[in-house]
T-cell receptor, first 118, second 113 residues
Framework: AQTVTQSQPEMSVQEAETVTLSCTYDTSENNYYLFWYKQPPSRQMILVIRQEAYKQQNATENRFSVNFQKAAKSFSLKISDSQLGDTAMYFCAFMGRDQVHSGYALNFGKGTSLLVTP | DAGVIQSPRHEVTEMGQEVTLRCKPISGHDYLFWYRQTMMRGLELLIYFNNNVPIDDSGMPEDRFSAKMPNASFSTLKIQPSEPRDSAVYFC???????????FGPGTRLTVT
């Protein structure tokens, strides 16, 4: 079974600064997807960014980027120019591509609560 | 598209009562997932369906929980009898085929007193 670990339960950053959220995972699969989801107080789950394991290039979506280290099984999220609206829980998630072993379901970490302060 | 629709958004019930949560996936999506979110356990998969057929229900906590998908546009998660430890937010999500992105509903916050 895959496990996803987020070692930072809470983080705080000032507006306009940069913050990095950590995530590590454990899998025996070679082909998979990794995601970061954002959950604001409204509790809606919003996909922030995804990374395919076979791609060496790190994914980027506007102010959000990842540092994907496949050998180290590490997948961190960097938020640049933090905004007050970035305040939320952030979940790292793993999805295998082997339906027999993972079923295409998401395995989530426990989340990191990010607070952006003025 | 209206996205994944869940009802009710909030449910408060007494211990021992039956609770039914409902989900309408996005039209055309052939995978449907039920997740539960608690402070202690985080987000965990309960069950998922492919083409209305339950594929993996190993995450269902116990026999008090059951899920059905009678057609491509509707699924239910039932708890009978409910217990206080079932209090959580229950999410439904759907996905199209082999595409990676799951679309989540707004969740149902269940409180069992």
């Amino acid at each position: 079974a895959q496990t996803v670990t987020q070692s930072q339960p809470e983080m705080s950053v000032q507006e306009a600064e940069t913050v990095t959220l950590s995530c590590t995972y454990d899998t025996s699969e070679n082909n998979y997807y990794l995601f970061w989801y954002k959950q604001p107080p409204s509790r809606q789950m919003i996909l922030v960014i995804r990374q395919e394991a076979y791609k060496q290039q790190n994914a980027t979506e506007n102010r959000f980027s990842v540092n994907f280290q496949k050998a180290a099984k590490s997948f961190s999220l960097k938020i640049s120019d933090s905004q007050l609206g970035d305040t939320a829980m952030y979940f790292c998630a793993f999805m295998g591509r082997d339906q027999v072993h993972s079923g295409y379901a998401l395995n989530f970490g426990k989340g990191t609560s990010l607070l952006v302060t003025p | 598209d209206a996205g994944v629709i869940q009802s009710p958004r909030h449910e408060v019930t007494e211990m021992g009562q039956e609770v039914t949560l409902r989900c309408k996936p996005i039209s055309g999506h052939d995978y449907l997932f039920w997740y539960r979110q608690t402070m202690m356990r985080g987000l965990e998969l309960l069950i998922y369906f492919n083409n209305n057929v339950p594929i993996d229900d190993s995450g269902m906590p116990e026999d008090r929980f059951s899920a059905k998908m009678p057609n491509a546009s509707f699924s239910t998660l039932k708890i009978q009898p409910s217990e206080p430890r079932d209090s959580a937010v229950y999410f439904c999500a759907s996905r199209e085929g082999h595409l990676y992105e799951q679309y989540f509903g707004p969740g149902t916050r269940l409180t069992v007193t």
